[in-house]
């Protein structure tokens, strides 16, 4: 466990070679868990074909590395969510007749509108799926 005083280091590229990974780790960080938070770990581990510390280890960094990428992929999800939302309501509308310029700003409108609020509601079902799982 680092002591309050120590420094904090400046993060390592990863090697590309998983053996000069395990030789370059130097750091090492303690938890205290309870005996019933202990045995999840470790069948998750189990399940994983993994060492406990491997798996802790591998399962800190997913999620560090997740919570990094995730701005990013919010504002992807939207503009897809907000494309697919437009082709579905086109394609609807485009089959009782033909479009007007009005009902094409509209549909491109209402899908501005809902796309940022389906993404957020759309990650937090698949973040609570994986909590859940």
Do not use: H
Not at 44 to 52: E, N, Q, R
Not at 93 to 120: C, H
């Amino acid at each position: 466990m680092a002591s309050p005083d120590t420094k904090p280091q400046a993060a390592e590229p990863p090697p590309s070679n998983p053996m000069a990974s395990e030789a370059s780790r130097t750091k090492s960080i303690a938890t205290k868990l309870t005996e019933a938070e202990f045995g999840e770990i470790e069948a998750a581990a189990s399940k994983a074909g993994k060492k406990v510390s491997e798996w802790l280890r591998d399962t800190a960094l997913a999620s560090v590395r997740a919570q990094q990428q995730e701005p990013t992929d919010t504002v992807l999800l939207a503009e897809i969510i907000g494309m697919r939302d437009l082709m579905l309501n086109l394609f609807a509308q485009a089959s009782k007749g033909p479009l007007s310029t009005e009902d094409m700003r509209k549909m491109s409108a209402y899908a501005d509108s809902i796309k940022d609020q389906k993404a957020r509601e759309f990650l937090s079902r698949k973040r609570s799926q994986t909590t859940a799982k």
